[in-house]
């Protein structure tokens, strides 16, 4: 095909993805890879164990250097430099380096402009004390703020992943911390007896969790933070305020060149990454992608796809044939809250019911190991499933066995597997790792007996 | 179909299991369960933790009392009672109890005799102190023994999971213990450098390990074992041995009955557990079972198949209908060697040799968490596949996240799918639990890039 010059816009986790394989598939490609910010090539989800101090600086984030990329892999990222305007038709993309704009030319394109937390327009959200956790810079700031001044108070708004790793992160440095969740769920989808067991947990670890009550005002003392106001007018002291209500796709630069933005609001992509755009391909954050469960496209903004699609991108940007295909997600993803692992795939019961299922829900609490094995813990599953038996999805929490666990729900989903054939599965026993029987076999047996 | 009485040989796992499944397909049912032995329903799997002092008292190993049987679920439990000869042309079962031969009626029967473990006729096999560890009595005796002989020096005979278990469990118990296995393997099929991390394991907790070497005699001093003899001349103190170089199906009841066995020695059982016999059903140890992977009927004498197969063999002796039906094994199995979690699935490189596969390997080693997150360990996995792609088998070893990540290779199995398609699984990924890109995922990758 021809491909001299291969852009990619983002320098962390899809981007420098696409850049690798890209590598890979075309040992004489020119490869550049733009970074806004000043830092490239880092692990943003690590950036709570930072914060808690578990990871005892910043930089243990950071995977690779510039000079890695140019020295090992011939790639040349450039950090400080933005991406502000595609011309697709022209395929140029106009960046800002140094205070200087200039223009790049690119035979391919890859998108990987990941998303940006949102941060609701409340009065009081500029104040000093007020911060969102996506970048490293978002984590670097935190840092210098507690340093600098010791707060002892902290308000998390919203019970989402980053919200409660960030409680526990809070926790660990010793503050008084709140999360305060506007709707009755924890993580956006876990309700009912889930739910219960992550706010027990959390409340057993000394943070105080207020479900149900919307935020609407940060009250500062001068230019900093001081107390969170609830639309019913409770109020929490706050020297301190991370909030994580979610994140939004970062596709203002795409929109801006004409290309197709899905329902979703990332960036519409086929199964090979490219966008409506010849010649441009998105990856990670900023990208929609297939639901293999909904047949929908959605919008899953994780690190794990991030990447695979970023070497999707990164491979048919190159040319490589035959082209790479991202086959989808189906909804997997885990937390630790303190000592418990929450972890779902697939589709929540409210999620199966608005993607037109009629679904019905088991669940069951079953030891991790052996009864008679000490050091075991009861974890507690929600299976959603069709009326033909077919699995949607399901729910873990238990203090251990269950990011593992929820793997073989998601292998189920990709095979489209039914609950009577999970129920067949010949699972590793032994005393110290599960019972005789498998919790995933103990939950798909219910089925079985109504 | 007019059943009135089901007789159940074999008072553990599967025996029992067909028990419970009977009494809930079929209220009215009579229902016996004749136990040779005083024990019944019992963990032998948790046999090596009472040894070791983990689990404080054989009794923890047990679950349930004749008691409970006859008042909760109207089963009567009989121990000490020996089914001697069955008589299918007359539905009967002659057994002994207290002395006493009597015949007992049946209208369906199910066989679960389990297996008995070998014991190789070398001389001095039958000295004091020289242990297999098989059932509850089994344990009893050597508890007993090692209270009153105090001995010093352990040799295990065979590193198979349970030599490799027990060998963990006179280590905690102080004792200089030495493993001694013919072939140059661990486990029968782990070898390389799977092997060598097992090796590794047990060499750093202090066990002395011999590959390589034939045990060919005891010695004893008086009635008591005091050294263990290899054919090559070596020879190695030894005041208690265990010998786990394997188990037997115990058929010999089912063979004089003239109940077709199968080649691998087991009794021959259908998908719905039957017998070659009318009305007389196998499930456990005792009988062979489907290897979803080669096709072949196997034996594989494990504690989570038993359980399933007698719930299969019960509802479907009790007359159940439709009719149970157990799919099959993939040949899952785990064990935990001192901090090491040892798993496989499926066929070995040798396993899919002999099945009549041209197998090719993938051997990758991964961390279990982000490279940031402190804690994390090495998974080293070893995946079969044969040139289509198809999914053959894999082993994994490591210090976390080994025992369940087996499974979701045993679901891939179920499911039939090829390395690609396990390549493309949406797996659960957080710092705490797993790297960026899943050790599933990063083994399975390796065939995309040769």
Request: glycine share 10%.
């Amino acid at each position: 095909m021809g491909k001299e010059q291969l852009l990619v816009i983002g320098g962390v986790a899809a981007g420098l993805a696409a850049a690798m394989q890209a590598r890979r598939a075309a040992p004489g490609l020119r490869i550049t890879v733009l970074e806004k910010t000043a830092d490239i090539s880092y692990g943003a989800c690590g950036l709570p164990y930072v914060v808690s101090g578990l990871i005892p600086a910043l930089e243990r984030l950071v995977l690779h250097t510039p000079e890695y990329f140019r020295e090992q892999h011939d790639i040349d990222v450039q950090p400080h430099t933005e991406a502000l305007e595609i011309l697709p038709a022209r395929s140029v993309v106009r960046v800002r380096a140094n205070g200087e704009r200039r223009e790049m030319g690119f035979d391919s394109l890859v998108l990987a402009t990941g998303a940006a937390a949102v941060c609701p327009p409340l009065a009081g959200h500029d104040l000093a004390g007020v911060f969102v956790m996506r970048q490293l810079r978002d984590g670097r700031r935190l840092l210098q703020f507690i340093e600098q001044v010791r707060p002892r108070d902290a308000v998390i708004v919203g019970a989402g992943y980053i919200g409660l790793e960030m409680a526990e992160a809070f926790r660990a440095r010793g503050l008084n911390t709140t999360v305060v969740e506007s709707t009755d769920k924890m993580m956006s989808t876990l309700g009912g007896a889930l739910r219960d067991r992550v706010v027990d947990e959390l409340r057993g670890r000394g943070v105080e969790v207020v479900l149900g009550e919307r935020v609407s005002a940060f009250e500062g003392r001068g230019e900093q933070v001081a107390r969170v106001i609830c639309e019913s007018g409770r109020a929490f002291e706050a020297q301190v305020v991370l909030i994580g209500v979610g994140v939004r796709p970062a596709v203002e630069i795409a929109k801006d060149a004409g290309l197709e933005i899905g329902e979703t609001g990332a960036v519409a992509t086929d199964a090979n990454q490219r966008t409506s755009a010849a010649n441009v391909f998105a990856a990670g954050d900023c990208s929609e992608t297939l639901h293999r469960v909904s047949g929908r496209r959605v919008w899953m903004p994780l690190a794990q796809p991030a990447v695979r699609q970023g070497w999707v991108a990164g491979a048919n940007a190159a040319g490589a044939m035959p082209e790479a295909r991202f086959a989808g997600v189906v909804g997997t993803n885990a937390v630790k809250v303190f000592d418990l692992e929450v972890a779902r795939t697939g589709l929540s019961l409210e999620e199966a019911q608005a993607a037109g299922f009629d679904p019905s829900i088991i669940e069951d609490e079953t030891a991790s190991r052996a009864g008679y094995y000490p050091g075991g813990a009861k974890i507690l599953t929600r299976v959603v499933h069709d009326k033909s038996g077919r699995l949607l999805g399901a729910q873990m929490v238990g203090r251990e066995g269950v990011a593992q666990r929820i793997d073989v729900y998601a292998a189920a989903l990709h095979a489209n597997l039914k609950i009577e054939e999970l129920n067949q599965l010949d699972l590793a026993y032994a005393p110290p790792f599960a019972p005789t029987i498998d919790p995933i076999l103990r939950a798909t047996k219910q089925r079985d007996e109504g």
